[in-house]
């Protein structure tokens, strides 16, 4: 009888555990449905799309800009470095250009 009774008091407690696990995984199973949904209803909302499409066109505007301005700065110091000119400081502080 004894031995019988330690064996129902273990498989009580098994039992115990396995549906506290169980409910805890039941929980966070709501909760990641919900994530989900609030997730999916971000991702389909037609004014948030548009503002990553603008956003895409900004930036994608914005590299062009760089581009173009990279070019600039290279059309400018090309020549430059060509003639190896180097600024000079005179003695009043101004900024002199002279070949080296």
């Keep these: 009888i ?3 009774s330690e064996e129902l008091q273990k498989l009580r407690k098994k039992t115990t555990v396995t549906v506290q696990v ?10 990641v449905q919900k994530e989900t ?5 971000l991702v389909t909302n037609p004014i948030l799309k548009y503002d990553l499409e603008l956003s895409k066109e900004k930036l994608e505007m914005t590299k ?5 301005l990279k070019s600039n700065f290279t059309k400018i110091a090309s020549p430059l470095e060509k003639a190896q ?14 070949m080296a």
């Design 37 to 41: 949904e609030v997730t999916n209803h």
């Design 2 to 4: 004894d031995e019988r």
């Design 22 to 31: 169980l409910t805890h995984l039941k929980e966070k199973l709501q909760f």
């Design 64 to 68: 062009d800009k760089i581009d173009v």
């Design 85 to 98: 000119v180097s600024p000079m400081i005179s003695k009043r502080g101004s900024t002199v250009s002279s």
